[in-house]
């Protein structure tokens, strides 16, 4: 309880998210000219939060996920809508999120996925320029108040972890 930690006691539980330092010191969205989809690939996997690499495609963890375990699927080539995408593109992109949803399913037990891509900024897309299909467990019973009143995600494992659990299950 914060009335027994040094300083002024209050009533408010805290929240320790310390990887949403990077969304606070750097804003959501990237530069206009520097694609984060590109330069995940160019990273060691832990700093681009990749988890696997295939021929044409990759898999990472969002980095602003709206749930423990939020992968996304891309192809490496810069690409911005689906229909632009190459045959061997969107085989191996569904191949991949086949594969994520049954690591997710081991990893975190998950019941239910939310699988999906947003093409062009008004249909919603965060990244509208580079093609990306997202995939989200769910869990029975994971909405509670935070995302409705206060629009607060609690994720309850860090990035890097899930990272690593998720990496260590994926098959070879």
């Given at each position: 309880m914060s009335s027994e930690l040094p300083g002024v006691p209050?009533?408010?539980?805290?929240?320790?998210?310390?990887?949403?330092?990077?969304?606070?010191?750097?804003?959501?969205?990237p530069e206009e000219d520097a694609c984060p989809f590109c330069r995940a690939p160019e990273l060691q996997d832990d700093e681009g939060l990749i988890v696997h690499r295939g021929e044409t495609c990759f898999v990472l963890l969002n980095l602003f996920p709206?749930?423990?375990?939020?992968?996304?699927?891309?192809?490496?080539?810069?690409v911005g809508m689906y229909d632009q995408a190459t045959t061997d593109e969107v085989a191996e992109m569904a191949v991949l999120t086949q594969t994520?949803?049954?690591?997710?399913?081991?990893?975190?037990?998950?019941?239910?996925?939310n699988i999906?891509?947003?093409?062009?900024?008004?249909?919603?897309?965060?990244?509208?320029?580079?093609?990306?299909?997202?995939?989200v467990p769910r869990w029975s019973l994971d909405?509670?108040?935070?995302?409705?009143?206060?629009?607060?995600?609690?994720?309850?494992?860090?990035?890097?972890?899930?990272?690593?659990?998720?990496?260590?299950?994926?098959p070879a």
């Open positions: 209050d009533h408010f539980q805290r929240l320790w998210t310390p990887y949403r330092m990077v969304y606070i010191r750097q804003g959501q969205m709206y749930n423990t375990g939020h992968l996304m699927v891309c192809p490496y080539r810069h994520a949803m049954r690591v997710l399913s081991q990893v975190t037990r998950c019941q239910g996925f999906g891509m947003n093409q062009g900024r008004i249909a919603g897309a965060g990244i509208a320029d580079h093609l990306h299909q997202h995939i909405s509670n108040f935070f995302p409705i009143i206060a629009k607060t995600k609690a994720l309850p494992i860090l990035l890097e972890d899930m990272r690593q659990d998720i990496q260590a299950a994926w």
